[in-house]
């Protein structure tokens, strides 16, 4: 997407007392602390990542939200790979990278795990349905074809404890809201759906624990919404949220979702959304509303991470 207006102001803080609130309000939020005996998946679409000029104090703060988590799917990551590298020199050494070559507007995919906790597996590549399958994707409803996706969901196979499973990090067509464009983001999503069923029902699977996540720009989890109905048409499951906390920080949307077999429904210990915007720069929050909002989505970013914890 094009970058966000870069603030016309300077804002000084202390790395150290943002850190503190971020920890203060996880608590509140009750993510939960690391375990051995359970695997904490992080998603972010992180704002323009390598496309807004961050500061290193700011991907202090992005890499601290990372760190809670075991493994984490990265949406919005641009071409130019530098916002990338400062979140990665901002983490522990023993966090390790992996991304994708660019799709459509220029973006990257990336997870970002624990490599003492996580081991990266064989299976690693886009997501793509060959041309004589698009028959088969449609919806009632909608009269377009399915041509393809503008960002191939990236897969990555990886291994916590004795488990294999597999995930798919999507960044769905958005466009705008007209028909048109709510039609191809739903004919995508319909897509990613029987994608994963299919690959976890096929006496082939690398794994059958698939879990597809990420930023779907899914507007509301109603049996009514299009894409919602796309999304779990093939089975796939979404975990229940225990407090309405949108994943947009205008705090009006569930465009982020993490959505599984149900076969891996009773592994799911917890979950949650992360509303980071709502502990971070209180002081510039009193001074000024929309500079804070334009402040908070250019350096930090305009979604907020979801997560989920998973013992398999």
Known sequence: MPAFPKPAFTYNFSV????????????KRHI?????????????????????????IHAALIAEIIDWFDLIAIQEVNVNLE???????????HYNLLFSDK????????YIFDSR???????????????KDHRYIKLPGVTSSFTGFDRNPYLGSFQWRNTNFVLLNVHSYFGSNS?????????????????????GNSKYAFSDKIIALGDFNLPLVEPGDLIYKALVKRGLELPKHST????????????DQIAFLPSLKNTIQAN???????AVFPDLWQENHSKFKSYVKYYLSDHRPIWMQIAF
Request: hydrophobic share 40%; aromatic share 8%; net charge positive.
């Open 117 to 131: 906790v996580v081991k990266q597996l064989e299976m690693v590549g886009e997501v793509a349905i060959p041309p």
């Open 83 to 93: 916002g990338l590298r400062q979140i990665e020199a901002a983490l522990p050494s």
């Open 272 to 278: 949650g959304t992360f509303d980071f915007d709502n």
């Open 16 to 27: 150290k007392e943002q850190i503190d609130l971020l920890l203060a309000h996880k608590e």
């Open 103 to 110: 799709a459509g507007n220029n973006e990257r995919f990336a």
């Open 244 to 255: 309405k906390v949108y994943s947009n920080i205008a705090d009006d949307k569930m465009y």
């Open 32 to 56: 939960p602390q690391k375990s051995k005996t359970k695997l904490l998946i992080a998603s972010w679409n992180i704002a323009n990542l390598g496309l807004h000029k961050r500061w290193t």
């Open 179 to 199: 028909k048109k464009n709510i039609h191809r983001r739903a004919l995508e999503t319909y897509a990613i759906a029987r994608h994963t069923d299919l690959m």
